[in-house]
């Protein structure tokens, strides 16, 4: 698992953001009528108010929250790869190989002695390798 920098300073910078997002999610809230999202945001504002005025005794929050935060940002990249997998690349495949018959698209050359195709520009010189673009 990837470790996290709980220092005083990243705590307090988190609690400071999370004030100022939370803090407007709860304004929202509140200016559409909506208690129980203005209660919610409010209350995770107040949190991130806490993480800046009490960085220290709450660590162990801040922590457990990163925690929970990998674990949802792992579970999710999972899901996203297998959805793209399963729902754009494998339907591709089969249809590649449906309707073409080979998973290339020319048949190899069994005369040839090489692939190889002759380059017709000059080599280029090693500053080009250095600095690309």
Known sequence: MTSFST???AIRKFGL???IFFG???GLGWWRDRTLVTVFFGCLATLGLGF???P???RPVYSGWLTA???????????????TFYLVITPFALGKRLFSGRP??????????SYWVPRGEP???????????
């Open 52 to 54: 800046v005025l009490l």
């Open 56 to 58: 220290e005794p709450l």
């Open 17 to 19: 953001i999370a004030l």
């Open 104 to 113: 290339l698209p020319m048949a190899p050359d069994p005369e040839a002695d």
């Open 69 to 83: 935060a990998h674990f949802i940002g792992r579970m999710l990249t999972l899901l996203m790869l297998a959805l």
């Open 7 to 9: 220092d005083t300073k």
């Open 24 to 26: 407007l999610l709860a």
């Open 123 to 133: 080599l280029q010189p090693r500053e080009r390798f250095i600095k690309r673009f």
